[in-house]
């Protein structure tokens, strides 16, 4: 079974202090991506990483930057976290081939004070 | 850019009864791919169904079907025979056929209810 783990299920966290999500699948997937789930707004994409060092900007990636330095890891970084920034986070892998599904973690519930 | 609209925010069904789920898009393409995700109380989001926009026939997974209609642009699940186990948050999603490297676009979903 394809498994995707992020490091925390909860976090709490101040106003200006630097954030790390990290995410971990171990399928050898090429393609990595980081969402944001709200309440009435489903999942929006943040980045996405096709490739090792690479990445891509998604709908929402104001205040947010990424880093892929292994094929398996795929870390979400908030420079400065704000109250506005407290959310559900889900990372989620898959195959390059657009039809091949995404698989999701088990999120991580971030709340910014 | 490409929207997904799901207009039932809840739905409610009593159990063994079946249910459909609406799902409508945008998109200029031609060629993409449809999804129908779900997320249960425990929050492990996984894939239920999918379509490929230029396969005609409707996808079917078990009590799980669609109703593709591509000039209308709507995408709708329908659950049969409903169990308990069905209760959740479902998401429709789509996605572009080029690259493969892209996200998914998700509507807000629609969480449902089964009735015992």
Known sequence: DVKVTQSSRYLVKRTGEKVFLECVQDMDH???????QDPGLGLRLIYFSYDVKMKEKGDIPEGYSVSREKKERFSLILE?????????YLCASGLRSSYNEQFFGPGTRLTVL | AQT???SQPEMSVQEAETVTLSCTYDT??????????????SRQMILVIRQEAYKQQNAT???FSVNFQKAAK?????????????AAMY??????????????????????????
């Open chain 2, 91 to 116: 998401f429709c999603a789509y996605r572009t056929s080029g690259g493969g490297a892209d996200g998914l676009t998700f509507g807000k979903g629609t969480h449902l209810i089964i009735q015992p």
């Open chain 2, 61 to 63: 997974e078990n009590r």
């Open chain 2, 74 to 86: 709507s995408f709708s699940l329908k659950i049969s025979d409903s169990q308990l186990g069905d």
């Open chain 1, 80 to 88: 400065s976290a704000s109250t506005n920034q407290t959310s559900m």
């Open chain 1, 30 to 36: 090429e393609n990595m991506f980081w969402y944001r």
């Open chain 2, 4 to 6: 997904v609209t799901q």
């Open chain 2, 28 to 41: 200029s393409e031609s060629d993409y791919y449809l999804f129908w995700y779900k997320q249960p109380p």
